[in-house]
């Protein structure tokens, strides 16, 4: 068997994906809408060693090991009952990301995972399986096969690509606030939201209406509507875990400083427009006529570590055998 390297881009989601109908199949309770970011990306070998006597993980060449090597093993052995084989496997993943820390990585490590594992197994899959594969891992890391805008339905098996990178070019700037790691897990913060938080139903209710309202922004090119919507998502979601107890607060008050000044931004007339995820970094969606001004502004923040600007990203691909 041959060894087979992938590579995939990490997304931020527009419309965020919070909860799950289904915690054992991974299934997401409400619908969510990403763009892939060129920029940031993961590449990854796999090789089915039929002298390995158990899965080895390497990121960024330190064994993996624990919960991490669990979720890892556990999409190997879905490729495995696939592919009906009990090879074990060497897999080894770099994260390609202009900084080491303080980004989600686990959309593209697992779409990338998700890729090479079929490959190196000999299948011969639809894009879409491939997408169901990497969704039991991480949901998030299913709408990463795609470039561009890419959807993935609440209760979805898979993700679908909505619309190119080019029919709306677009910038998120990356404002990293901190280099460190998150302390608690999404699958936890989203347990945590559903059984405690009594804003977790309006949450899910409300949910797929401002999906759709994003979906219809970038299908109609409408940046404005596209902005504000996505905004009202990611606030609406970060409110619902606020009303969970113990309150989840990802974050910080250097997140809000950037939030004020991309409104300051905004109101001077520059397109700006803030998502943030289970971290207290913050991303900034901005047109190619303002974006310059847009980075110049965010990087004189002494809050921000570090600004990553990231245009629309492509589909995962296979690097070639390795
Ligand atoms: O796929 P997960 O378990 O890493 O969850 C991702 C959750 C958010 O990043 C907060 C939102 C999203 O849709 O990506």
């Known amino acids: 068997m041959k060894a087979v390297q992938a590579t995939a881009h990490a997304n931020i989601a527009l419309a965020k994906y919070w909860g799950k109908a289904n915690a054992t199949n991974n299934l997401p309770a409400v619908p969510s809408l990403s763009l892939t970011l060129e920029g940031l990306r993961t590449t990854t070998r796999v090789f089915f060693d039929s002298s390995a006597r158990c899965d080895e993980v390497y990121l960024d060449a330190a ?18 009952a696939l592919a009906q084989m009990q090879t074990r496997a060497v897999v080894e993943s770099r994260n390609e990301f202009p900084t080491a820390a303080g980004l989600a990585s686990s959309a593209s490590g697992f779409a990338a995972l998700a890729l090479a594992a ?15 594969i990497a969704r039991r891992a991480s949901a998030s890391a299913a709408r990463s096969l795609w470039g561009g805008y890419v959807a993935l339905p609440a209760l979805g098996d898979c993700a679908e690509p909505i619309a190119a990178t080019e029919h709306l070019p677009l910038y ?37 209406l401002v999906f759709e309202e994003i979906r219809c922004a970038i299908l109609d090119r409408d940046v404005e509507r596209l902005g504000a919507a996505a905004e009202h998502s990611a606030l609406a979601m970060h409110a619902s875990m606020l009303a969970a107890r113990p309150a989840l607060r990802y974050f910080s008050p250097a997140t809000l400083s950037v939030i004020d000044r991309v409104y300051e931004l905004r109101s001077s ?37 570090e600004v990553i600007r990231c245009s629309g990203g492509p589909d995962a691909y296979i690097a070639g055998d390795a």
């Not at 079929?118 to 399986?129: D, I, W």
Request: glycine share 4%.
């Open 269 to 305: 007339g520059l397109a700006s427009f803030v998502t943030m995820d289970a971290g207290p970094n913050v991303k900034v969606l901005t047109t190619p006529e303002h974006a310059n001004q847009v980075e110049q502004a965010l990087r004189e923040l002494p809050e921000a570590v």
């Open 63 to 80: 064994p993996v090991e624990g919960r991490p090597l669990e979720r890892v093993v556990a999409l190997l052995d879905q490729v495995r």
């Open 118 to 132: 079929t490959h190196a197994a000999g299948l011969h899959l639809p894009r879409s399986t491939i997408s169901s």
């Open 172 to 208: 998120m700037l990356v404002v990293l606030t901190t280099r460190r790691q998150k302390k608690i897990s999404s699958t936890e913060g989203m347990a945590l939201t559903a059984s405690t938080s009594p804003y977790y139903r309006a949450w899910t209710e409300s949910a797929p």
